[in-house]
């Protein structure tokens, strides 16, 4: 009889696995992995863990709320920055328990990202509510949503435009200026000046690809320099020298323009210079050093023919005529800090985006560290009593940070096994590029990750169903504030408030203002 129960048993175990584990919770008794974080010998007492809220605890009661008017807002944007995004780049800087650098910021809230016509919204519609306070349909750039994707003339009617508080900062005598790592014509930053019914127009070229007259409806370039809010901005910054030069040579790389129209945009810009005005154009990292901020009143920086290189790129590939974005932020805010007036400064690491798209999730999260460093040096460099900083991102992406990776392990290595035999990653995309690189496309099955050169920068991660450009995500992405009136960024708000928020504590725009006697 006691054969027959355990045999029964066996049998029970072998069909239906251990009864004592928990089906939905794999256990690693066998595999028991010893903490390697900075405080592993720390964490595993009682005392650490309760002094660690304690100290929590204590930040949070004591806290004061800032009520002072802001001189200067600095709005950062980490583009497709989701929550995992920052959560694997914690890891990446070097632990689970790190914060970045604006995570230290004493308040947080969610925004939500659609646009009017579309769930999972794009950079463009999420700019324009970012931006200037309205949303808009998808692609739509500083336009109403009355204003359809690729509408040839929707947007000459002037009663569609929204503005943005780049403008508004400036028309209340203060300074703005636009700092990107993708090229200055893109959808982001084009959302500081731009009215436009599509994003792809950002020279002439495109505009009359799509059955459109380019000599009636003016690109993002000939915006930036010629518009009404774009030929106002003190400092702009980033790449895409190639959407403002025709069948001139690029002087880095010998290559031609892409506008069809013989214009020479970067020299227009510089022509604008009224008397006795300091214009100053650069496209090297040598030359931006060696601008004086004191004595220039406008410059343009544009450092690539599209948009600027990955970080990675920049540090193996030995490109030093490029500048990392924390030191772009900091020329940027020297020449800024001019005015004693203030300013409104839009930076955007834009890359994070990029790399994601192509599920380059090492690029991805390193550019979002890189991204965090440049928000630490404005931090240091400017006072919690007078400068707002905002950090969020415009969307997120279908990237995952899954699995049971023993703590300290490598954010870019497997997570376990799954029950093909064979590890999966911790990092992974729901659709994208990927599939195609870990997919067996005869026998339909996954390829043995340990056999990829994992290392690699532009290592693409696994996908769950291939797509050309991996998608962006719907769900709510996080805003980080610091200074004054940083407390009115908590809760849960449309996408569209953040600009109404930072220009009542700025003082600036037509909206409510903290320095209006009415609202005290």
Request: charged share 25%; with cysteine.
């Amino acid at each position: 009889m006691k054969l027959l129960v355990l045999l029964a048993s066996f049998v029970a175990v072998v069909v239906l696995g251990n009864p004592l584990d928990d089906s939905y919770h794999p256990s690693f008794r066998d595999e028991q992995a010893s903490s390697s974080s900075r405080n592993a010998q720390q964490e595993q007492t009682i005392e650490y863990w309760k002094e660690n809220a304690k100290q929590t605890v204590d930040t949070l009661v004591n806290r004061k709320d800032n009520t002072n008017v802001a001189k200067n807002v600095i709005m950062f944007l980490g583009d497709g920055m989701s929550i995992s995004t920052v959560a694997m780049a914690r890891v990446y800087a070097g632990g689970e328990e790190r914060q970045l650098s604006f995570e230290q910021f004493p308040y947080i809230g969610m925004s939500k990202t659609y646009c009017v016509d579309y769930q999972v919204p794009d950079s463009a519609c999420t700019a324009t509510a970012y931006l200037t306070g309205v949303k808009g349909n998808y692609e739509t750039i500083g336009v109403n949503a009355q204003v359809p994707t690729t509408h040839c003339t929707a947007t000459l009617d002037n009663s569609t435009h929204t503005y943005s508080i780049a403008k508004w900062a400036m028309d209340a005598g203060k300074d703005a200026g636009v700092v990107t790592t993708t090229r200055v014509t893109h959808a982001s930053p084009s959302g500081n000046y731009a009215h436009i019914a599509d994003r792809d127009w950002e020279s002439n070229g495109y505009v009359d690809a799509k059955g459109c007259d380019s000599e009636v409806l003016d690109d993002i370039a000939e915006q930036l320099v010629h518009g009404e809010t774009g030929k106002r901005l003190k400092v702009i910054m980033g790449g895409g020298r190639r959407e403002f030069l025709d069948t001139d040579l690029d002087p880095e790389y010998g290559t031609q323009g892409y506008r069809t129209d013989g214009k020479n945009l970067i020299q227009e810009w510089l022509d604008l210079a009224e008397e006795g005005e300091n214009r100053t154009y650069v496209w090297n990292k040598q030359d931006l050093f060696n601008v004086d901020p004191a004595r220039t009143d406008k410059l343009l920086a544009l450092f690539e023919p599209s948009h600027c290189a990955y970080n990675l790129d920049r540090v193996h590939k030995n490109m030093e005529g490029e500048p990392s974005l924390a030191e772009m932020v900091d020329r940027a805010t020297d020449i800024l800090s001019n005015n004693e007036n203030g300013f409104f400064l839009f930076v955007e690491g834009g890359r994070i985006d990029h790399g994601h798209h192509d599920t380059w999730g090492r690029l991805a999260i390193d550019e979002t560290v890189q991204f965090a460093e440049a928000i630490d040096l404005a931090r240091k460099k400017f006072s919690e009593e007078d400068t707002l900083i905002v950090v969020t991102s415009d969307h997120s992406h279908s990237v995952s940070y899954s699995g049971y990776a023993s703590r300290s392990s490598d954010i870019f290595g497997w997570a376990g096994t799954a029950s093909d035999g064979l590890p999966y990653m911790t990092l992974s995309y729901a659709n994208g590029r990927g599939y195609n690189d870990h997919i067996d496309l005869e026998t339909k099955g996954r390829k043995d990750v340990r056999t990829m050169d994992t290392l690699e920068d532009y290592f693409r991660f696994p996908a769950t169903l291939p797509v050309d450009s991996e998608t962006h995500g719907g769900e709510d992405v996080a805003v980080y504030a610091s200074g004054p009136w940083a407390h009115l960024f908590t809760g849960s708000y449309e996408q569209h408030v953040i600009p109404h928020l930072m220009a009542y504590a700025l003082c600036v725009g037509d909206g409510l203002k903290a320095c209006d006697e009415s609202t005290q």
